[in-house]
């Protein structure tokens, strides 16, 4: 009987810490999937230029399409930035977005020195040519 109980109690010291570390292995094999849905959201939020005309890392705002490093931190996320009088266009705009025949269009004639553009939502900008300042701007709908 002595016989047994020693075994038994061996048995248990030597399986206790291997229950352990199956336990801590199922948590990690959890975590794992957690972080893995994670990614996967965050390759979810692909770049697309109708909804998209820049990018947050951290609390700063980019206009223009990020790069792949960019996009791997942690604190990016692609965003939208409505366009505001005064603020100038980047260059990625001025060879993207094409100009607009304000006739057709039913506009007023520009100022000299400025053209109306559109950019990748469907609004109208009135732009300076040399300068990619933003004087007026007509919201699409």
């Known amino acids: 009987m002595k016989r047994l109980m020693t075994t038994a109690l061996a048995a248990l010291v030597i399986a206790g810490p291997l229950?352990?570390?199956?336990a801590s292995a199922q948590s990690w094999r959890g975590e794992q999937s957690r972080d893995w849905?994670?990614?996967h959201?965050?390759?979810a939020q692909r770049w697309d230029?109708?909804?998209h005309n820049g990018f947050y890392l951290g609390n700063r705002f980019y206009y223009g399409q990020s790069?792949?490093?960019?996009m791997q931190r942690r604190d990016y996320r692609p965003a939208y930035?409505?366009?505001r009088r005064g603020d100038r266009l980047p260059s990625y705009a001025r060879q993207h977005y094409r100009e607009v025949d304000w006739r057709r269009e039913r506009l007023r004639e520009p100022p000299r020195g400025y053209h109306y553009v559109r950019d990748d939502?469907?609004?109208?900008?009135?732009?300076g040519i040399a300068t990619g300042v933003i004087l007026g701007?007509?919201?699409s709908q």
């Open 67 to 70: 790069t792949y490093q960019q």
């Open 137 to 139: 701007l007509i919201l």
């Open 121 to 127: 939502r469907g609004e109208l900008l009135l732009v």
């Open 37 to 39: 849905r994670h990614n």
């Open 49 to 51: 230029q109708r909804r």
């Open 41 to 43: 959201d965050r390759q």
């Open 19 to 22: 229950s352990v570390g199956a």
């Open 81 to 83: 930035q409505q366009w």
